[in-house]
């Protein structure tokens, strides 16, 4: 099965940017439909963005639709979330995740996860 690892949290200021990334091992990312999900303090977890292993499609949540920026290398089997106008709001633990059927945006849906990366965005 595969294994993620994310990396590209930090702190940022609001307006900023941040790229995160999520390295794919034992399996190859284009095989899976692939999400990212965050998850602040007392807060149910969310989605962010999915890519369709089928011609790569992308969707997002309203929230960070124009911000957000979800990315597939199959030569680096790695996914990419670029992060831009951040907000406080964005404050979380993001977590990039693969599955191979359900709703994109159900994150029950998805069966392999990553250890998450912290997203700190100050006012």
């Known amino acids: 099965q595969v294994q993620l690892v994310e990396s590209g949290g930090g702190a940022v200021q609001a307006g900023g940017s941040l790229r995160l990334s999520c390295a794919a091992s034992?399996?190859?990312?284009?095989?899976?439909?692939m999400g990212w999900f965050r998850q602040a303090p007392g807060k149910e977890r969310e989605f962010v963005a999915a890519?369709?292993?089928?011609?790569?499609?992308?969707y997002y949540a309203d929230s960070v639709k124009g911000r957000f920026t979800m990315s597939r290398d199959n030569a680096k089997n790695t996914l990419y979330l670029q992060m831009n106008s951040l907000k406080p709001d964005d404050t979380a633990v993001y977590y990039c995740?693969?599955?191979?059927?359900?709703?994109?945006?159900?994150?029950?849906?998805?069966?392999?996860w990553g250890q998450g990366t912290q997203v700190t965005v100050s006012s």
């Open positions: 995740a693969g599955k191979n059927s359900g709703n994109y945006s159900i994150w029950t849906n998805y069966p392999y």
């Open positions: 034992g399996g190859t990312v284009s095989t899976y439909h």
């Open positions: 890519i369709s292993r089928i011609g790569g499609a992308t």
